[in-house]
């Protein structure tokens, strides 16, 4: 149990959580700058299904007012690091979700500020962590997942490694960081 717990907690996913939690932050940006201050405080991405940004609106007039508009956003976001987009929908159904996702990740954040492997240096000291609690940061940890990956489906790919990644490190690197870190340190 604490070996599966660890190993899912590990490192690579630590990194993983990291920047697919950088791509959705960068998402929100990108989406903030294309629909302008007003819409990008009543809307916010949620997830990406086959090229189907799934948005939150506040009210049905923010989901209207975008909808109208989608093919002017859906053309910038694609200008801007997102080639594989194809339309969005807008919806209120999903608003009260983003507090909800916002609060899972903050919590998140802090059962992994208290996981024993995160400082590697460390040894592990499998006393401070009850099995109550490797549930929950385990349970947490996979609902995390599930939707982040639902999240980061619209990204680009990395050439190298596939994975989603944020479109400004392609930009820089033309791979994600992690292969331009691999490539600097010469493994
Ligand atoms: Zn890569």
Known sequence: MFDSLDRILGSMAATRFVRQQQAYTQLLKTWAEVVGSPAAR????LSCDRGILKVAT???VWAQ????????I???LRDRGYPELKDIRCSTR????????????????QLWQQHPSRLPDEPPTPAQASPE????????F?????????????????????APTPPGELERWSVCALCAARRWSGR
């Open 94 to 109: 999903d608003w009260s979700q983003t507090a909800i996702a916002t609060q899972e990740v903050a919590e998140l954040q």
């Open 74 to 76: 859906v053309g910038q």
């Open 65 to 72: 007012t975008l909808t109208l508009k989608r093919h002017q």
């Open 133 to 140: 609690a490797a549930t929950d940061a385990k349970t947490a």
């Open 142 to 162: 996979q609902s995390w997942a599930a939707q982040t990956q639902a999240k980061s489906a619209c990204f680009p790919l990395c050439p190298q490694c596939q």
């Open 42 to 45: 009543y809307s916010r991405p």
């Open 58 to 60: 506040a009210s049905a």
